[in-house]
């Protein structure tokens, strides 16, 4: 599968760079390892500050600061003095992961599997003669804390939209164990892809 060689090598080149979150690399290596569907963009969840200069201007929009955990009120804090221009928000998203499955009852699966580990906005949808299937939660935190450089509310809303947008990534990360147990035994059911093992070999990465 042309599309699948792609798709790895575009995963192993960005693991090499130490681009793909750390604590779903296993996971990324387990799926991928699973013949007839491989992944595109993944996310292990994330929560930062966001700047934007219109509502929906997501291209054009700046993270003051980004990470894969939760975040530190004081990291939050410090990150906020960088806030110059557009709509100011801190942000908690869940993990999300695109998968491409060959053909629909394989994509069927994938969204049963999705849906079985909690991840509720599961969904998918027919891309020429494949379909991409988006594992997604339903743990999505968007709160407004100012304007154009300017920060509209006090410790006290901060460290709480803090408290609450931490609680929600814990929560949805906390669905991963769940979601790897799924695909361990997707993987018992449809076999492994050898072309993952020889991409993976060839660029020295580990087996999932």
């Not at 814990?170 to 492994?192: I, N, V």
């Amino acid at each position: 599968m042309k599309a699948k060689r792609e798709a790895l090598q575009s995963l192993f080149t960005a693991m090499n760079e130490g681009k793909v979150d750390e604590d779903i690399i296993e996971l990324l290596l387990l799926i991928n390892s699973i013949k007839g569907i491989y992944t595109t963009s993944s996310c292990s969840g994330r929560i930062g500050i966001i700047e934007e200069p219109a509502l929906g201007a997501k291209p054009l929009s700046r993270w003051l600061v980004k990470v894969h955990r939760p975040i530190e009120f004081e990291e939050a804090r410090e990150a906020l003095k960088d806030a110059r221009k557009g709509l100011i928000f801190l942000k908690s998203q869940p993990p999300i992961f695109h998968v491409i499955a060959e053909d629909m009852e394989k994509a069927k699966r994938l969204h049963e599997l999705g849906l079985a580990s909690g991840f509720k906005y599961t969904t998918f949808k027919a891309i020429s003669r494949r379909y991409l299937v988006e594992i997604n939660a339903t743990e999505y935190l968007t709160a407004p804390l100012g304007r154009d450089g300017k920060v509209l509310v006090g410790d006290e809303y901060l460290r709480f939209a803090i408290e609450i947008g931490n609680s929600m990534l814990r929560r949805s990360k906390a669905r991963l164990p769940r979601l790897k147990e799924k695909f361990k035994k997707l993987r018992e059911e449809l076999g492994e892809d050898e072309l993952f093992y020889g991409l993976a070999e060839e660029f020295g990465i580990g087996r999932g």
